[in-house]
T-cell receptor, first 114, second 111 residues
Framework: GQNIDQPTEMTATEGAIVQINCTYQTSGFNGLFWYQQHAGEAPTFLSYNVLDGLEEKGRFSSFLSRSKGYSYLLLKELQMKDSASYLCAALSLYSGAGSYQLTFGKGTKLSVIP | DVKVTQSSRYLVKRTGEKVFLECVQDMDHENMFWYRQDPGLGLRLIYFSYDVKMKEKGDIPEGYSVSREKKERFSLILESASTNQTSMYLC??????????FGPGTRLTVT
């Protein structure tokens, strides 16, 4: 089966750095997505890691270790607008149709405080 | 600019009613998905489709059905709505292993 674990809630201070961890156990793993979701809105894409290592995109970076089944999202220079839920999602090959399936974690609610 | 649209942002229905939720994407994606999202449970996959007229059950298909008659449109049907189907419903589309795009969501309340 598929299993994605991430912390339920985190709190961090404006201007600081926060790391949100995600562990996964999936068969046919093909990559790891991170999405941001503000309250009442749809998730929006942040990053996608296929290979091991760190991908940097402005204030946001994402890391993947396929051998450890582990990823993290790093947010630097936190701003109040970064308060949102962050969803980790594992892409895996769905053998039944030769297609891909994205399995989501339950999300980490990040609160940024002044 | 990529776009996934859903027919309603808010919907209120009565128990036992048949409910149709429509989703349209303009990116010519093969794969389309319906999720529901509930507090503490995260996003749960109801059904997905990888081609026209093809459908596959997700994690929680009970009480739902789907229809994909055209590539751009994927409909979710609640045959007989129940109060435990009150939720936020999110449609998404994706091209094979690429980024998944979400619609704005439909908040359905069943009374």
């Amino acid at each position: 089966g598929q299993n994605i674990d991430q912390p339920t809630e985190m709190t961090a201070t404006e201007g600081a750095i926060v790391q949100i961890n995600c562990t996964y156990q999936t068969s046919g793993f093909n990559g790891l997505f991170w999405y941001q979701q503000h309250a009442g809105e749809a998730p929006t894409f942040l990053s996608y890691n296929v290979l091991d290592g760190l991908e940097e995109k402005g204030r946001f970076s994402s890391f993947l270790s396929r051998s450890k089944g582990y990823s993290y999202l790093l947010l630097k220079e936190l701003q109040m607008k970064d308060s949102a839920s962050y969803l980790c999602a594992a892409l895996s090959l769905y053998s039944g149709a030769g297609s891909y399936q994205l399995t989501f974690g339950k999300g980490t609610k990040l609160s940024v405080i002044p | 600019d990529v776009k996934v649209t859903q027919s309603s942002r808010y919907l209120v229905k009565r128990t036992g009613e048949k409910v149709f939720l429509e989703c349209v994407q303009d990116m010519d994606h093969e794969n389309m998905f319906w999720y529901r999202q509930d507090p503490g449970l995260g996003l749960r996959l109801i059904y997905f489709s990888y081609d026209v007229k093809m459908k596959e059950k997700g994690d929680i298909p009970e009480g739902y059905s789907v229809s994909r008659e055209k590539k751009e449109r994927f409909s979710l049907i609640l045959e007989s709505a129940s109060t435990n189907q009150t939720s936020m419903y999110l449609c998404a589309s994706r091209e094979k292993g690429g980024e998944q795009y979400f619609g704005p969501g439909t908040r359905l309340t069943v009374t």
